[in-house]
DNA sequence: AGCCTTTATGATACAGAGAATCACCGCACC
DNA sequence: GGTGCGGTGATTCTCTGTATCATAAAGGCT
């Protein structure tokens, strides 16, 4: 029962559709997810939930601080499940794998700038769009 | 005729619409302006551009190289006049002022991340999201 | 200048992501 | 097992931004 009782903690009922998209995240292979995503998955899986539920239950998640939102370019916002550390992007323009990574020394520097224009930040995000090793030799297999 | 030879140059006939936007850029106190902020600045100038016209031309100047679109958390993408030097933003959830900064420092270590990871960086976007020192003293006027 | 072809404009319709509505449903507590 | 309140899902609405299309205006040519 933890994770129905993880719920409840946050003030929220233990409903099937929390506990669906809840255990889709965590066994899902990639981590980020967009609520369109999400719904394709689980109509592929013969589960039903509307759209406006997922779209609800992820903002009930995002505040609950269950799952953390990001906007690449694509336009459609994703969410991947909150496991404490903080982390940054690196999105493949090619195929749109997405590649986590975290440099102690940016996150330094973003404060120290901060602090140079006495700005008290509250949040962060840093995108680097490109094309992944892969995608590289795809295009050009000769090369490297 | 420097204006009008330069949108020449890059296959667009010099309209009034379009020099009536870029001149706007040109002469507006804030660099960073959306389509919404540019209607309603040339309706209350008694100039009467359709919104699809500045979006059609907002488009045009970033494809040009005139302009560059970002777009920070507010959901609408905004636009400033494109100077060479590459800069991010810091910007203030309480009053939306927008700072600029430039930090070779954070943008050296962006490349050698990418490079680890054998990602070939097309672009990146690093927005601070945070208060202003004008905000924050305005909240709590006695501290500082 | 006046003509003519090409491109631009602007009103409006359309699209896509996401939030708001609201009647119905089902979890939790008794 | 009833009852009430929160949750659900079909649908509608909102908000940015794009596509359409008839009309207008640039700019090259004479
Ligand atoms: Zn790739
Ligand atoms: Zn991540
Ligand atoms: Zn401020
Ligand atoms: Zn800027």
Redesign the interface.
């Known amino acids: 029962m933890s994770k129905a009782s993880h719920l409840k903690d946050i003030g929220l009922k233990a409903t099937g559709p929390r506990l669906t998209i809840l255990e889709l995240f965590e066994n899902s292979e990639t981590r980020h997810l967009s609520a369109e995503d999400i719904y394709r998955k689980l109509l592929s899986d013969e589960v039903d939930i509307g759209l406006a539920t997922i779209y609800r239950v992820l903002t009930q998640f995002e505040q609950a601080g269950i799952l953390v939102r990001h ?1 690449f ?1 694509s336009g459609k916002a994703v969410y991947e499940l909150n496991q404490g550390g903080h982390h940054d992007h ?1 999105v ?2 090619g195929c749109g794998t997405v ?1 986590e ?1 975290f ?1 102690p ?2 996150e330094r ?2 404060e120290r ?2 602090k140079q ?17 892969e995608c ?1 030799s795809r295009r050009a297999p000769g090369k490297r």
Do not use: N, P
């Not at 008290?120 to 680097?128: C, E």
């Open positions: 906007h370019e690196m493949c323009v590649t990574f440099d020394e940016i520097l973003q700038i901060a224009h006495g700005f008290a930040i509250q949040d962060h995000s840093l995108y680097l769009y490109g094309e992944c090793a590289q």
